[in-house]
């Protein structure tokens, strides 16, 4: 069965400390991997995609095959990066698994 | 740049009444998803949605929930009977391409069963 966990409810940090929120996941095959966010009042919207390997508002995620992770960072957090974050997986290209399994979200304060 | 929209931003209903969520998706789309978070949960796979027939569902996709696309633009997701369970965020998706192209998810619409 496919799974997304993310261990953090609620990650606080100061303005300019690093940012780690953590995303393993379980599935049988070679998955995609997304990082989603979802900022006050606003529509879930795709912060990055492992498959791009770009990085986004200075966010970025490696994925780890061995151990099935795909932890979203940052270097120096912003007040702006408050926000809900979500991990979710689909399947690979030909698999015909194409829904997202999102994780149970991890909430990112940021303080002054 | 083209957004997802859904209508209402809000419901409130009466248990067992019938309900119809309604989505427009972006244009050159061709699948389209229905999500579902309850409060303080994960937010839940309902249904895909392509060429016109649903190419996967969940189990909480059950007899009282349909999915049609009645016209080119519309795509409503439809409950016949309402439980208080089904209260709920409800999201529409969509992508070009199957799999690995990004879902844009549309604003959602929060669902009170009373």
């Known amino acids: 069965a496919q799974r997304v966990t993310q261990p953090e409810k609620l990650l606080s940090v100061f303005k300019g400390a690093p940012v780690e929120l953590k995303c393993n996941y379980s599935?049988?095959?070679?998955?995609?991997l997304f990082w989603y966010v979802q900022y006050s009042r606003q529509r879930l919207q795709l912060l990055l995609r492992h498959i791009s390997r770009e990085s986004i508002k200075g966010f970025t995620a490696d994925l780890n095959k061995g151990e099935t992770s795909f932890h979203l960072k940052k270097p120096f957090a912003q007040e702006e990066d408050s926000a809900m974050y979500y991990c979710a997986l689909s399947g690979g290209r030909g698999t015909g698994f194409q829904k997202l399994v999102f994780g149970t979200g991890t909430r990112l304060l940021v303080s002054p | 740049e083209p957004e997802v929209t859904q209508t209402p931003s809000h419901q409130v209903t009466q248990m067992g009444q019938e309900v119809i969520l309604r989505c427009v998706p972006i244009?050159?789309?061709?699948?389209f998803y229905w999500y579902r978070q309850i409060l303080g949960q994960k937010v839940e796979f309902l249904v895909s949605f392509y060429n016109n027939e649903i190419s996967e569902k969940s189990e909480i996709f059950d007899d009282q929930f349909s999915v049609e696309r009645p016209d080119g633009s519309n795509f409503t997701l439809k409950i016949r009977s309402t439980k208080l369970e089904d209260s709920a965020m409800y999201f529409c998706a969509s992508n070009r391409v199957r799999s690995q192209e990004t879902q844009y998810f549309g604003p959602g619409t929060r669902l009170l069963v009373l």
């Open positions: 244009s050159n789309h061709l699948y």
């Open positions: 599935y049988s095959g070679s998955p995609e």
